[in-house]
């Protein structure tokens, strides 16, 4: 099957400080891509659809200035969680179709953790 | 937008026996149901999925019904492993001409076969 890449695994960083991820289609072109957040114990989120070369969509009640996503390549969309906070602490994870086939690959997920 | 319903929470069994998880939806135009197994810490992964035209199908031990008039699918594992122990999410999805999608996830299962 089709292979998502997601960057970093997991990152810890201060609070006020910006962390970025990245998610890559690693052998097929993403015309869309789409980014969830995990608590634990709970299911898949949707954040956004992210969309190459537009702005991306996002869902209710998710901040738009708080996590920037950035769809410059076919093959590469980024999240950046801008000064975080220890709420934002959660388990981060892309996904991307192939084309018109309905089936989602997800990234390995990100672990961020603010302190 | 869509809403799925995902049942029960948790589901205990001994190996060798049945397992079966029940989904629901609302938005009559969904197409598509995929379902992921999610092992601890890791990333979503696809066991199986069927589309509207069809009532079930099925994939070894793995099989998946569905009943468009109720707006419910339902997962069934047979001859359960302990390696089946996971976190299993139902999910739905309308399939635009177009290609654009997005899935919703029913609040996942966590699936424990005991020994």
């Known amino acids: 099957g089709a292979v998502v890449s997601q960057h970093p695994s997991w990152v810890i960083c201060k609070s006020g400080t910006s962390v970025k991820i990245e998610c890559r289609s690693l052998?097929?072109?993403?015309?869309?891509m789409f980014w969830y957040r995990q608590f634990p114990k709970q299911s898949l989120m949707l954040m956004a659809t992210?969309?190459?070369?537009?702005?991306?969509?996002?869902e209710q009640g998710v901040e738009k200035d708080k996590f920037l996503i950035n769809h410059a390549s076919l093959t590469l969309s980024t999240l950046t969680v801008t000064s975080a906070h220890p709420e934002d602490s959660s388990f981060y994870i892309c996904?991307?179709?192939?084309?018109?086939?309905?089936?989602?690959?997800f990234g390995q997920g990100t672990r961020l953790t603010v302190v | 937008g869509e809403n799925v319903e995902q049942h029960p929470s948790t589901l205990s069994v001994q190996e060798g026996d049945s397992a079966v998880i029940k989904c629901t939806y609302s938005?009559?135009?969904?197409?598509?149901f995929p379902w992921y197994k999610q092992e601890l810490g890791k990333r979503p992964q696809l066991i199986i999925d069927?589309?509207?035209?069809?009532g079930e199908k099925k994939d070894q031990r793995i099989a998946v019904t569905l009943n468009k008039t109720a707006k419910h699918f339902s997962l069934h594992i047979t001859e359960t492993q302990p390696e089946d122990s996971a976190v299993y999410f139902c999910?739905?999805?309308?399939?635009?001409?177009?290609?654009?999608?997005?899935?919703?996830f029913g609040t996942g299962t966590q699936l424990k076969v005991e020994l």
């Open positions: 992210s969309n190459e070369g537009s702005k991306a969509t996002y």
């Open positions: 052998d097929f072109q993403a015309t869309t």
């Open positions: 999910a739905a999805t309308y399939i635009l001409t177009g290609g654009g999608n997005k899935l919703t």
């Open positions: 069927i589309r509207s035209n069809v």
């Open positions: 938005d009559s135009a969904s197409n598509y």
């Open positions: 996904s991307a179709r192939v084309g018109r086939f309905t089936e989602a690959f």
